[in-house]
């Protein structure tokens, strides 16, 4: 079936019922083409994953390679029908689903999907009761960094063997893209109850369209077809292999030397200045540019002297220099877009740098005299001195002249930021929860909704609002854009929602590049987008040799 956003859903009233009426996963232009079954995916990846438990971590290097295994009741659907930057909702584990009121949906089971035919669950039916189970554990076990995700569904009840029922404690328009997440993936009690918890790759049993056959650190991950999987005829490739390799220079040369299918980078990319040798050394390369979700962060904590003054935080903005960065770098050579709060990848939702307020525009023009003056006005004439906090692996040598240039430019106008680099396991799981001291240069993950980018950010309470923001207003709108079900209302409020955070200088002005993703000739039915699904969007691709 199409995609069903949340706005299909809701824009008729009432109970409406959204079935699925099979996957339709083949571009037109490609249906006139016999998809061939067999053969291996082969892709690069930049790091192992940090372990194999979704519902304790936040990073993509856990995600993307458990996209291939794991199932959800609804996802973002892919394909080469769907357009870059756009996530339509469709079902994946759900057969339909209702939604008698504002708070309550009740979602039917497709019958016979089967878990993995591997030990402790043994190819069993999958039943409500697992999806019970998953998301019961999703919010009480400690330390989900994405419990946020579904913090305000009160109860879930399996009403019958193939009947989950989802009550919520207040509406929440953006349910379903939540729902859509993959930090969702409906996980197997065997496996927690034999192991634990799923950090293991043993525990690592789904109902997806691959199965996890080894993991060899700092080798890769090798997959193989699941027979049993629910969606008929799919996958079309027998087997997938993740080649882990820290270096862009080696995964770059695996690529062009044939040893690889995709793009070296993630989501497939290829930085734009090895983009003219790719197109040289593989004839019929297929691409696609978009912009990325990924983004900059800027971290620092308002209780914290002097970031509690709004020239001070403007003046971090005023100091940046995003052109100059995204000019340099060898991943974007000058493609990329400013960003305001929700980054520019999610399209409509993403307010115009034109339509915020004039305070809020200025923060994107680059002056280091403007800068030197507002931390005059701060009272800070010789500017200040602080440290920052940067992941010291994974992220690569783009990220790294990230942060270099931001700092040159800050010490320009008199911020001297000492710089403390922090191992990527240690970085994601304490620093961007709040775990340091002066601040902190990051990146934005891709988050599944676009409010995502200010509830978790700024909402009191939240682990990842680690600037302490505690604003009554800014709290007021982000609840109300919850409860708007009338898109274009809800488009309003997420828009004067941008307006406030950027007058108000509560995030440092980043951008994002429109990358190039990449895929060889031979790889048929493909197309990349945002987000961590690998899995979802390999699943219909063909190898024809």
Not at 506 to 528: C, E, Q, R, T
Request: glycine share 8%.
């Amino acid at each position: 079936m199409d995609g069903v956003s949340r706005r299909d859903v809701l824009k008729t009233g009432g109970a409406l019922v959204i079935a699925a009426t099979g996957p339709q996963l083949i571009a037109p232009a490609a249906q006139a083409q016999t998809p061939k079954r067999g053969g291996t995916l082969r892709l690069t990846f930049l790091a192992d994953p940090l372990h194999f438990d979704p519902h304790q971590t936040i990073s993509f290097v856990t995600m993307c390679p458990l996209s291939l295994v794991y199932s959800r009741l609804v996802k973002v659907k892919a394909g080469p029908s769907v357009k870059p930057m756009t996530y339509p909702v469709e079902p994946d584990l759900a057969e339909s689903w209702t939604q008698p009121n504002d708070t309550t949906y009740v979602f039917k089971l497709k019958k016979g999907v089967r878990w993995h035919p591997k030990p402790p669950v043994n190819g069993r039916e999958l039943t409500a009761d697992d999806v019970k189970y998953t998301y019961e554990r999703f919010l009480s076990i400690t330390g989900n960094p994405n419990k946020p995700v579904l913090e305000y569904v009160d109860k879930i009840d399996a009403v019958d063997k193939y009947t989950v029922k989802f009550t919520l404690k207040e509406p929440n328009a953006w349910f379903l893209d939540l729902l859509a997440s993959t930090s969702t993936w409906i996980v197997a009690r065997e496996c927690v109850e034999k192991f634990g918890d799923l950090k293991k790759v043993e525990s690592v049993v789904g109902t997806g369209p691959w199965m996890l056959e080894r993991w060899e650190p700092n080798v890769k991950l090798v997959y193989t077809r699941n027979p049993h999987y629910f969606v008929p005829g799919l996958p079309y490739a027998d087997g997938v292999e993740i080649l882990i390799d820290k270096d862009p220079s080696s995964r770059l040369a695996t690529w062009l030397s044939g040893k690889s299918d995709f793009g070296p980078e993630y989501q497939h990319a290829v930085r734009w200045l090895d983009a003219p040798v790719a197109r040289q050394r593989k004839p019929g390369l297929q691409t696609a540019e978009y912009t990325w979700l990924t983004a900059g962060a800027t971290g620092f904590k308002l209780s914290t002297p002097p970031f509690n003054d709004l020239r001070v935080r403007r003046a971090l903005s005023r100091a940046s220099n995003i052109a100059e960065v995204f000019e340099s770098l060898a991943f974007s050579q000058g493609h990329w877009a400013p960003n305001p709060a929700v980054p520019a990848g999610f399209g409509e939702w993403s307010i115009p740098i034109d339509q915020l307020n004039p305070e809020g525009r200025r923060l994107y023009e680059h002056s280091t005299a403007d800068a030197k003056r507002l931390l005059a006005e701060a009272g800070l004439p010789s500017g200040f001195k602080t440290t920052v906090e940067a992941a010291a692996t994974v992220y690569g040598p783009d990220y790294d002249d990230f942060v270099q240039i931001t700092l040159k430019n800050w010490k320009a106008a008199g911020i001297d930021a000492e710089l403390k680099l922090k191992e990527y396991g240690a970085f994601i799981t304490s620093t961007i929860f709040g775990k340091f001291d002066g601040m902190f240069l990051g990146l934005r993950g891709a988050w599944a909704d676009p409010e995502a980018y200010f509830y978790r950010w700024f909402m009191p309470g939240q682990p990842l609002n680690v600037w302490g923001v505690n604003d009554p207003k800014l709290t007021d709108m982000i609840r109300l854009q919850r409860r708007t079900f009338d898109v274009a209302r809800r488009k309003q409020v997420v828009f004067d929602i941008q307006r406030y955070l950027a007058d108000q200088a509560l995030f440092g002005v980043d951008g994002s590049i429109k990358i190039l993703s990449a895929w060889d000739a031979h790889i048929k039915n493909y197309m990349p987008n945002n987000g961590f699904d690998y899995g979802g969007r390999l699943m219909a691709a063909w190898i024809d040799r």
